[in-house]
C-alpha cells in the first residue's frame, strides 16, 4: 500500500521515519505485506537525506496516481493545506492530518468532503500530539454524555511554568531556556498567548459536544502575566498554576470553552503533569473522571498517532470510519462573563483595609500569604460566581492596584 | 437491537442502568432506532427492581433467541462464564466481557472461538475498569513497538496506600476503612495480596507483547507487608509506595511480567495517582510514555467500558473487529530472578557496621533516613542487578535481621 506525505517537517519526517523502523507491525496491523511512502511533497531541497529520492514539489503527481489512497497532511497552517486535502477528499484519497489549525478553522467543510466521497479523514494528531485521546473519547467513551473536557494542550507553556514552579526561574528565563531547548519557536507568541492550546480545545470541544467551535468564539489568556509571586501564592493555596484550555456543557445546548491560566489543587491529576507533558482530563456521566497524559508534540510522539491513523484509514478503506461533529451555530459558546468561576486576586494597596472592604463586598473570600511579601501586597480567593459578576464586584474594590487576577477550577 | 446481561451484580446492573440513562446516545452511536437489554440472567430474585421483568434464569433463552446478537458477561469467575461465553460466541453471537479472570484464564481460547464463528469478543472492561486503555494501545498506539507497560491496576490497594501515605494510617486500619467504605470485600484477599493486579497485568501484557501470559507464570506479592515506616523511607528517597502490575519486553522474544509493592518517584505520574483511582502507562517505541488514568472499578465507570464494547460489537456485526494476542508458549516470561531492578532495604542490627558492609558488598548504595528512628535500623536502595544477584549479595549482609524488601521503579 502507498502513501504519500505532504510536507516534510518535523512531524512529516516523524512519519517516513515510523514507518521505517515499525513498518513490519505498521504492515501487519492493516494486513498488508507493506506500507511505503512513494511520495513526500515539500518544496525545499533535501539533499542526502534519506528520503531525498522521494521528494516531489508538484501536488498533482499525488492527485493523479490512483495507487496513493491515503495522504498524510503535515504541512501546517491552513493554505495550502486547506486546498490540497479537499483535493485529495474529492479524488477519494483518505486523508490524515496533525494540524490542528486546519481541523480548528475548517474540520466542518472537511468532514462534509470525505462523506460525500466516502472516505476518511482523521486527526487524532491534532490533539495532544502522541496521546491518544480523540479516538477514545469518540470510542471508547461512546456511552457517556461527556460533561466537561479540560486540558494542559501545550508543552512550552507547560515547560514554561514547570521552571517557574520547581525551579523559582522568572517568566523570561524560563521561556529563553525554552527556547534554548527547541521547546518553544523564535516567535513563541502562538505558544504563550495560548493561540495553540485554543485550537486544540475547539477541537475537543466540537467532539465532546457535537458542534463546531471556531477559535474566535473562545476567551483566550496566556500565560506572559504570570509572576512567581502568584506562583507562590498558588502553593500557599495548595496547587500549582497551569494554562488549562478547558470547555464545559451547559443548559440549553449551549457551551463554555475557554484558555487560560488556572490554579489547579495539589490533589488533581493534572497537577503532576510538567515539563513538556500534556493530559487531558474528560469528565463523562458514567465514566467520571478520567485522563490521558503524554508527550503532546515532538517529532516521533506525533508521528505515533498519524501512522495510527494512517493504519485505520487502510483498514477501513471501504468501509468509512466517521468521526467528525456537526456545523457551528450562533451564540453556541456562551461569552466569558457568564461562566462561573471563582478568582484568585493578588493587589496592591492597604492591606487591611483592602481585605476587609474585599470581604464586604465578596463575602467569603480565602486569604493567602507568602514568605517576604511586601506590606501592601495582599492576595486572596473569592467565592464562585459569574465572571461578570466578579469584575463588577473587584470594580468596587477601590484604592487597590490588581497586580494578578487567575481563574480557579476544580478539575 | 436486543441484547442481554448474563449476571445482575454491581457491573451488570450498571451496564443496564447506562443504557436507560444514555440510551439515546449509545443508539445514535451505533446507528440503530434503539438499543433494549431484554434478557438479564441471574440465578437471583430482584423484587421491586426496575429490571425485574427481564430477569430470566435458564441461559438457553438467550441462547436461542436469535434477535439478541450481543450477549453481555458480568458474572465473573470462570465458571459458568466460560461455558456461557462459548456457547455464545459458537451460536453467532458478540460477548463483552467485563471478566478479567475469564480472559486472564482462558481469552486464548475465546479469541479463536470468536474468529471461528465470525463474531467479536470485546474486553475493555477487564482492565482499568472505565478507563479507556486496551482499544487505545491496541489501535492509537498501533504505529508503536510496545517496549513497557505498568499501572496501577487494583483501586482497593491503592486507596489503602494513599491513606497509610497521606494519613498516617496502619496497613490494617486502611484495609478496615477500605472495607467500611465498600473498596474492600469482607475477604479481601484478592487485592492485597495482588491476584486481582495479576489478571490485569496478565491481559496487559498479553496484549502489548503478543502472547497470552497465564496468572501463574507471573510472580506475585501483594501490600501486606508494607509498614509506615517503609512509606516514610519512601517519602525521604522522594517518593511514594505504590503497588505496581509491570511487564517488559526482553531480548530473545522473551518477556518480564510482575506484580509488586515499588517505590516510585514523586517525578512520576503515577505517584500523583491516588484513593481508588487507576492508571496505566505505556511506554512505546515512538510515542514515549502515554497514561491512562480513571476510576478502575465501580458500577457506572466499568458499565461505561462494557456499553462502549456493544455500541463497537453492533457496529461491526458483520465486520468482526479483532483484538487479541497468539496462545502462549513455553518460557516465554522470564523468572523473576533474572529481572534487572534495584531494592529498598529495611533491616536491624548494628547500623555502622551493617552499612559498611552493605556498601562493600553491593557498591554504591544509598543510605536513607527517617525521623525518630531506632538506634539498631537502617535503611538503603541497592543499585541496578538481577534480583537473583541481589538476593544473593543480601544474604552476605550478616548479623541483621531483613524487615522489608521493595522494588524501585523508574517509571
Given amino acids: 500500500m502507498d502513501i504519500a506525505i505532504m510536507g516534510y517537517g518535523v512531524v512529516g519526517s516523524g512519519v517516513a521515519e515510523v514507518i521505517a523502523i515499525n513498518g513490519e507491525k505498521v504492515a ?3 494486513g498488508q505485506p507493506s506500507v511505503d511512502v512513494k511520495y513526500i511533497l515539500d518544496l525545499r531541497d533535501f539533499p542526502g537525506d534519506v528520503n531525498e529520492k522521494k521528494i516531489i514539489k508538484d501536488f498533482n503527481v499525488i492527485l493523479n496516481d490512483k495507487d496513493v489512497k491515503v495522504v498524510v497532511e503535515t504541512m501546517g497552517g491552513q493554505h495550502p493545506a486547506f486546498e490540497f486535502v479537499s483535493s485529495c477528499l474529492k479524488a477519494g484519497k483518505s486523508v490524515v492530518t496533525s494540524n490542528k489549525e486546519l481541523v ?5 467543510v472537511l468532514f462534509k468532503l470525505a462523506k460525500e466521497n466516502n472516505v476518511n479523514f482523521m486527526f487524532e494528531a491534532s490533539v495532544g500530539g502522541g496521546i491518544p485521546v480523540l479516538r477514545p473519547i469518540d470510542r471508547c467513551l461512546a456511552a457517556n454524555q461527556i460533561d466537561e473536557v479540560a486540558g494542559i494542550l501545550n508543552g512550552t507553556t507547560n515547560f514554561i511554568l514547570t521552571m517557574m514552579i520547581y525551579n523559582s526561574m522568572s517568566f523570561e528565563d524560563a521561556l529563553k531556556l ?5 521547546y518553544a519557536e523564535k516567535d513563541p507568541t502562538a505558544d504563550i498567548e495560548g493561540f495553540d492550546a485554543c485550537r486544540k480545545i475547539c477541537i475537543l470541544a466540537s467532539l465532546c459536544f457535537g458542534k463546531h467551535v ?15 509571586e502568584d506562583v507562590e501564592y498558588a502553593r500557599a493555596w495548595g496547587g500549582v498554576i497551569k494554562l488549562l484550555g478547558r470547555a464545559k456543557r451547559l443548559e440549553g445546548d449551549k457551551i463554555s470553552a475557554m484558555v487560560s491560566p488556572a490554579f489547579v489543587k ?3 491529576i493534572l497537577s503532576g503533569v510538567n515539563d513538556v507533558f500534556n493530559a487531558i482530563l474528560v469528565r463523562g456521566n458514567a ?3 478520567v485522563c490521558f497524559y503524554g508527550r503532546g508534540a515532538g517529532k516521533m510522539a506525533t508521528a505515533s498517532a498519524v501512522v495510527a491513523d494512517v493504519i485505520d484509514c487502510i483498514n477501513y478503506i471501504d468501509n468509512r470510519k466517521a ?3 456537526d456545523d457551528a451555530v450562533e451564540n453556541y459558546v456562551v461569552d466569558h462573563s457568564d461562566v462561573e468561576t471563582s478568582f484568585y486576586i493578588r493587589a496592591k494597596g492597604d492591606k487591611v483595609f483592602a481585605l476587609k472592604a474585599a470581604e464586604e463586598i465578596f463575602g467569603d473570600i480565602s486569604i493567602l500569604n507568602r514568605n517576604n511579601a511586601p506590606e501592601d501586597e495582599f492576595a486572596f480567593v473569592t467565592p464562585v460566581a459569574k465572571e461578570g ?5 473587584l470594580a468596587k474594590l477601590a484604592d487597590v492596584e490588581i497586580l494578578s487576577k487567575i481563574r480557579v477550577e476544580n478539575y
Same sequence: chains 1, 2.
Avoid at 525554552?178 to 527547541?182: L, S, V, W
Avoid at 468564539?217 to 512567581?228: A, C, D, F, H
Avoid at 459578576?389 to 464586584?393: D, F, G, Q, R, V
Fill in 287 to 289: 465514566v467520571g473522571d
Fill in 214 to 228: 471556531f477559535p474566535d468564539s473562545v476567551y483566550t489568556e496566556g500565560i506572559t502575566k504570570i509572576t512567581l
Fill in 266 to 268: 495539589n490533589e488533581s
Fill in 28 to 30: 501487519a496491523k492493516c
Fill in 323 to 325: 468521526m467528525g461533529w
Fill in 389 to 393: 459578576i466578579l469584575a463588577e464586584k
Fill in 104 to 108: 480548528a478553522a475548517k474540520g466542518d
Fill in 178 to 182: 525554552a527556547q534554548d531547548n527547541g
